[in-house]
């Protein structure tokens, strides 16, 4: 069975600031890994997915993540925070023979400081 | 192009009491999946459905039961309410069953038990 683990239940960053969140996945089989986020009273957005391309993914929202098998992660980045970034993010794993079942993490409760 | 449209959006319901969420996927897409979120357990799928069928089930008890319709809609039961299944209720489509494909996901349902 495949998991995900997101360290941090909670990142503070100031505006203009590096966000960096953090996700490691365990599965046998090789993975399809997404990350949504989620505002308040609001159902999932998808902000970007790795699917076995580029190691590297970019988003939307100027959001990336970078699948590293080595180290069985996908981190989160965003070169700088803006106030509009403040949300929870999910991510989340799915592979082959699944048919449609994401796996999620516990999320992150990202808030930007003025 | 109309999003993942679940209804209603909001539910109170007492102890014991049955309740029908509804959810209407975008125009195309065939894949139907639910997941319930609460704070304690975060993301979890209950149940996907494609044509009609239902192609995967989470660990949830059988008051929790679906179907889905020849027009894609898709509807979940939950039978014997009690109050830990208060939660948002999720709906995501996708336009096939493929589990790199992007899923969609609806407002949810916020279903209060007392």
């Known amino acids: 069975a495949q998991s995900v683990t997101q360290l941090g239940s909670h990142v503070s960053v100031s505006e203009g600031a590096l966000v960096l969140l953090r996700c490691n996945y365990s599965?046998?089989?090789?993975?399809?890994l997404f990350w949504y986020v989620q505002y308040p009273n609001q159902g999932l957005q998808l902000l970007l997915k790795?699917?076995?391309?580029?190691?590297l993914v970019k988003g939307i929202n100027g959001f990336e993540a970078e699948f590293k098998k080595s180290e069985t992660s996908f981190h989160l980045t965003k070169p700088s925070a803006h106030m509009s970034d403040a949300a929870e993010y999910f991510c989340?794993?799915?592979?082959?023979?699944?048919?449609?079942?994401?796996?999620f993490g516990s999320g992150t409760q990202l808030t930007v400081l003025p | 192009k109309a999003g993942v449209t679940q209804t209603p959006r909001y539910l109170i319901k007492t102890r014991g009491q049955q309740v029908t969420l509804s959810c209407s996927p975008i125009?195309?897409?065939?894949?139907v999946s639910w997941y319930q979120q609460t704070p304690g357990q975060g993301l979890q799928f209950l149940f996907e459905?494609?044509?009609?069928?239902?192609?995967n089930k989470g660990n949830f008890p059988g008051r929790f039961s679906g179907r889905q319709f020849s027009n894609s809609r898709s509807e979940m039961n939950v039978s014997t309410l009690e109050l830990g299944d208060s939660a948002l209720y999720l709906c995501?489509?996708?336009?096939?069953?493929?589990?790199?494909?992007?899923?969609?996901f609806g407002q949810g349902t916020r279903l209060t038990v007392v």
């Open positions: 995501a489509s996708s336009w096939n069953q493929n589990p790199n494909t992007e899923a969609f």
């Open positions: 599965s046998s089989v090789p993975p399809y």
């Open positions: 790795y699917t076995s391309a580029a190691t």
């Open positions: 989340a794993v799915s592979v082959a023979g699944s048919a449609r079942q994401l796996t």
């Open positions: 125009s195309g897409h065939r894949s």
């Open positions: 459905y494609f044509s009609e069928t239902q192609r």
